[in-house]
């Protein structure tokens, strides 16, 4: 479980943040937030990927970003104040932001 859910006035926040997550995601090349689908097994479908405003990004409840050969996440990424579930699978990450 990812820190505690936080409520916030969205029109008041420093943009400055999003502007640096989405700069991170394009240098490690995550892709806008899309549904992949499991043909055989529509239960099994999955988003993967990153919202690209920040309406989306404060609403995120969970993140994949597996298979991403990310070594880093970026501070801005606990921003994410809603994040309940964070998937980082294969990727090269020792260690995670004290923001998160």
Do not use: C
Request: aromatic share 8%; proline share 6%; glycine share 2%.
């Amino acid at each position: 479980m990812l820190k505690n859910k936080k409520t916030i006035d969205t029109d008041y926040l420093d943009e400055s943040w999003v502007t640096n997550l989405l700069k991170w995601a394009d240098k490690n090349h995550i892709p806008e937030l899309k549904l992949i689908e499991v043909e055989s097994f529509p239960q099994y479908n999955y988003y993967i990927g990153l919202p690209r405003d920040k309406k989306s990004l404060l609403s995120l409840t969970h993140l994949n970003l597996s298979s991403n050969n990310i070594t880093k996440l970026p501070p801005e990424i606990g921003e994410l104040v809603n994040l309940e579930e964070l998937n980082l699978n294969e990727n090269q990450i020792e260690t995670l932001p004290s923001e998160i």
